[in-house]
């Protein structure tokens, strides 16, 4: 099987790339990642690129600059998907049609609801029972791309933001690696 070459865009943890790197690893999964994207030199995450000999750039430029450069690396790369994991920047309207259905995201919630920051922080205030993770296209809108896959996570009396994190970051490692699956099938 030819695996198609992708991209991990991440600025901080990177515990979503960690997963990614060790699924691309089994024989079946349909990309390998060529390229790991931060877009901060002191994220975390850039350990595992490291440690899994992944090539990485930093830029910590401005937006504009940022694009250009990674663009071209893309193209010299011959990526094929990009992948953001934890990335914190958001992306050109210019830069998205130009990766047209080629960029995914996860987002800590069962998407419609609660797009944007501090998720976990909403969702205990409105008191919900459940809450999870979504794997979607980035498109122009933020969060608001078409759903690859969700993954639920049932919310108890006694989790508070902490506690809720980790359960939904576990069932991410697995939704986000199902979702890639899902793509290619
Ligand atoms: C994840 O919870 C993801 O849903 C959100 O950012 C977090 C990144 O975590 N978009 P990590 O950097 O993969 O550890």
């Not at 079946?28 to 490291?50: D, E, M, Q």
């Not at 994991?85 to 049609?97: T, V």
């Not at 459940?130 to 980035?138: A, D, P, Y």
């Amino acid at each position: 099987m030819v695996k198609k070459k992708a991209c991990v865009f991440i600025s901080g943890s990177g515990t979503n790339l960690r997963s990614i790197i060790k699924n691309s690893r089994d024989y079946n999964f349909p990309i390998n990642i060529s390229l790991v994207v931060s877009n901060n030199k002191y994220a975390k995450g850039i350990f595992y690129a490291r440690k899994f000999s992944i090539p990485y750039i930093c830029i910590n430029s401005n937006r504009l600059e940022f694009e250009k450069i990674i663009l071209n690396q893309l193209v010299k790369k011959k990526i094929k998907l990009i992948c953001l994991a934890g990335f914190m920047k958001i992306l050109s309207k210019n830069f998205i049609r130009n990766f047209k259905g080629k960029i995914i995201n996860i987002h800590p919630s069962l998407l419609p609801k609660y797009k944007g920051l501090n998720t976990f922080q909403r969702v205990l205030k409105s008191n919900e029972k459940l809450t999870g993770c979504t794997v979607h296209f980035v498109n122009e809108k933020l969060d608001g791309g078409k759903i690859i896959l969700k993954k639920k996570v049932n919310i108890s009396d006694q989790d508070n933001i902490k506690t809720l994190k980790k359960k939904v970051q576990f069932e991410e490692y697995i939704a986000y690696s199902s979702a890639i699956r899902k793509i290619y099938n």
